[in-house]
C-alpha cells in the first residue's frame, strides 16, 4: 500500500518562503505522476502543482504559477514543493497526492496526469498546514 507523509509546513510572513516534501513508502514513485493540492477551510481543494513521473514536465495552476516549483528525488522517493513570495491566500493545508495507473497518459519516457484534484489521483498523504500571516 502507498503511503504518503507530507512536512515542512508551517508560520511564514507574506513574501516568504517555503519548502514541503512528500515521502513514499510501501512503493517506488518511479513510474508515478505526482501532484500537490491545497484545501483552506470552507473551500474546495485547489491550486495544483504537478509533476510527470520522471520530472520532465510540470504543470501548474493559475494561483500558484510562476511562485510555486514542484520536484522530485526518485532516488530518494520524496516530491518537493517550493513555494516562493507567499500570501496570506495562500494559507491551506497542503497534500500530497499519487495518480492512478488508469487515470495517466503514458508519452513513452513519462508518465502523467491531469492537475486537478479529482478521482485520477487515489493516493493521498495526511497533509501539512501552512499559514501566511504576519
Known amino acids: 500500500q502507498l503511503q504518503l507523509v507530507e512536512s515542512g509546513g508551517g508560520l511564514v510572513q507574506p513574501g516568504g518562503s517555503l519548502r514541503l516534501s512528500c515521502a513514499a513508502s510501501g512503493f517506488t514513485l518511479d513510474y508515478v505522476a505526482m501532484g500537490w493540492f491545497r484545501q483552506a477551510p470552507g473551500k474546495e481543494r485547489e491550486g495544483g502543482s504537478c509533476i510527470s513521473s520522471s520530472g520532465g514536465s510540470t504543470n501548474y495552476a493559475d494561483s500558484v504559477k510562476g511562485r510555486f516549483t514542484i520536484s522530485r528525488d526518485n532516488a530518494k522517493n520524496t516530491v518537493y514543493l517550493q513555494m516562493n513570495g507567499l500570501k496570506p491566500e495562500d494559507t491551506a493545508v497542503y497534500y500530497c497526492?499519487?495518480?492512478?495507473?488508469?487515470?495517466?497518459?503514458?508519452?513513452?519516457?513519462?508518465?502523467?496526469?491531469?492537475?486537478?484534484?479529482?478521482?485520477?489521483?487515489?493516493?493521498w498523504g495526511q497533509g501539512t498546514q501552512v499559514t501566511v500571516s504576519s
Open positions: 497526492a499519487a495518480a492512478d495507473l488508469g487515470s495517466t497518459y503514458y508519452t513513452g519516457t513519462d508518465y502523467y496526469t491531469d492537475c486537478n484534484p479529482g478521482p485520477n489521483f487515489g493516493s
